[in-house]
């Protein structure tokens, strides 16, 4: 008998229930069942396995993050170019590394902002889970590229310690008052988005610190121009370094934490097998992990050894209970469950003909 499989797609329905996963193209003129279910996850008919879901999906939100992705990228780029010029005519290390951060920071936006394109697309053959985890990989693309950077900018920041360079003050000092106006519309802009995932998080870190990096220069612009203390150009730019590796290095850590699948923080596996073999009729639990598919999704998986060899209907009311529990009490989203029961010695042999005074009976 052919077992065939299909690939869920996203709704905007909540559920606080189990769903059955149906196989299709059996007998004529079978009715189609529709199902609802959590984008990127792949559903099978298995007995004794469980996806519970959460919804909490709004396109509209979603766009509006998009869009605003898109305009930030969009300014930041074109305020590069003014950067890079400026920096090139006043000679000044801070200003071109701020445009060199301020080129990484665009590219890291834009790159968000196809990221939040890509994750939207619906599940296919190829990638069951979907596309989501696409805005993990950005956001660790974002954090690399960036502390990248901010470690060139140190080597060219000592080579100026070392070897001073004229600099003009003012026309580093107009070109930096010019990107912290751009760098406040971009702040701005994603305010109100910066918790909406690990990715447009990361985009709003490197706007936070396109910002400072401008507030710097302009002090430095100023003792420049009006003191012509030249050696405030090279410590601007470490001290800005610095504080955006700080920044950006909890990105950096939580995203190679979601794509090594490692167990989602806050999350107490002891505490998840402990309510899992609290419940009457389970002898242990075991094969158990947990992940976050992205930012938010958190999955797990287990075998519950049962104490009797129940009926399927049984298993079923069984599972769905600790899923229930688990889905309450964990906020767990997607839920795979395997029943099992290990038969002893003498039910494999199908009666008492062992001895129960060794221990080897039941």
Same mark, same amino acid.
Request: one cysteine or more.
């Given at each position: 008998?052919?077992?065939?499989? /299909?690939?869920?797609?996203? !709704? ?11 196989? $299709?193209?059996? @007998? ?17 008919? $298995? ?83 979907? /596309? ?25 920041? /000592?080579?100026?310690?070392?070897? %001073?360079? %004229? ?36 985009? /709003? ?38 504080? #955006? ?12 934490? #979601?794509?090594?699948?490692?167990? %989602? ?15 009457? @009729? ?6 158990? $992990? =947990? ?23 049984? =298993? ?12 309450? @009490?964990?906020? #767990? ?19 008492? !003909? ?9």
């Amino acid at each position: 008998m052919a077992f065939h499989s /299909y690939i869920e797609h996203e !709704d905007h329905h909540h559920h606080g229930h189990d769903h059955e996963c149906h196989e $299709h193209g059996h @007998g004529e003129g079978a009715a189609p069942h529709e199902h609802h279910h959590h984008e990127g996850e792949c559903c099978c008919s $298995h007995a004794g396995h469980h996806h519970g879901h959460h919804h909490g999906h709004h396109h509209g939100y979603a766009d509006v993050t998009g869009t605003k992705l898109l305009w930030t990228s969009l300014l930041n780029i074109t305020f590069t170019i003014i950067e890079v010029v400026g920096g090139i005519i006043s000679n000044s290390l801070s200003l071109l590394s701020d445009a060199l951060h301020n080129l990484a920071d665009s590219s890291a936006i834009f790159l968000a902002y196809i990221a939040h394109l890509v994750s939207k697309r619906k599940p296919d053959v190829r990638k069951t889970f979907g /596309y989501k985890r696409f805005e993990i990989i950005a956001a660790f693309i974002n954090a690399v590229i960036l502390i990248g950077i901010c470690l060139y900018l140190f080597v060219e920041a /000592y080579r100026r310690f070392m070897n %001073p360079e %004229p600099i003009k003050g003012l026309v580093m000092l107009i070109v930096a008052i010019a990107g912290l106006l751009a760098n406040l519309i971009s702040v701005i802009i994603l305010h109100s988005r910066k918790g909406s995932n690990l990715n447009v998080r990361a985009a /709003y870190l490197h706007l936070m610190g396109d910002t400072l990096s401008s507030v710097a220069v302009i002090l430095g612009g100023l003792c420049i121009w009006l003191w012509n203390v030249v050696w405030v150009d090279p410590l601007i730019t470490v001290l800005v370094g610095i504080y #955006i590796i700080w920044h950006t290095w909890g990105v950096l850590r939580e995203s190679t934490d #979601i794509l090594m699948q490692g167990t %989602p923080p806050g999350l107490d596996l002891k505490g998840v097998a402990g309510t899992i073999e609290a419940v009457p @009729g389970v002898k242990g639990v075991h094969h158990m $992990h =947990a992940w976050r598919l992205n930012d938010a999704q958190i999955h797990l998986e287990a075998h519950v050894d049962l104490e009797d060899d129940l009926q399927l209907s049984q =298993a079923e009311r069984l599972r769905a209970h600790i899923a229930d529990l688990l889905r309450e @009490g964990y906020g #767990i989203a997607h839920i795979t469950l395997q029943m099992e029961h290990h038969p002893g010695a003498c039910e494999l042999s199908g009666g008492c !003909d062992c001895l129960p005074d060794k221990g080897v009976c039941c």
